[in-house]
């Protein structure tokens, strides 16, 4: 079913790419089928469209980390934390990765 969601999402975005919510959607679809590396692509392509939306820079951070990239990770973390847009998540995530780096 996942992949089902994944591909009609895809051949939404085909027909509105500049699609906020849909796009959203498909990266929230690939965190969840562990597709971290294609999310990141839809995170990045989503924080260009909408670069005040900071759950979804948390949502970036937190693909990075997932595939063991720390420093970008942190890099999107420290943006967050200079724009003023530091959620609980965001702090509890960067406390996770200074306190264990790979």
Known sequence: MGDQRIEALRAALNVAPDDIGLRRMLAEALVAADRDDEAIVELKRLVALAPGNDQVKV???????RT???????????????????????????????????
């Open 59 to 65: 949502m970036l951070a937190r693909c990075y980390a």
């Open 68 to 102: 063991n990239q720390q420093g970008a990770a942190l890099v999107v973390l420290d943006e967050l934390e200079r724009s003023g847009g530091m959620s609980t998540e965001a702090w509890q995530l960067r406390g996770s990765l200074v306190a264990s780096p790979r």
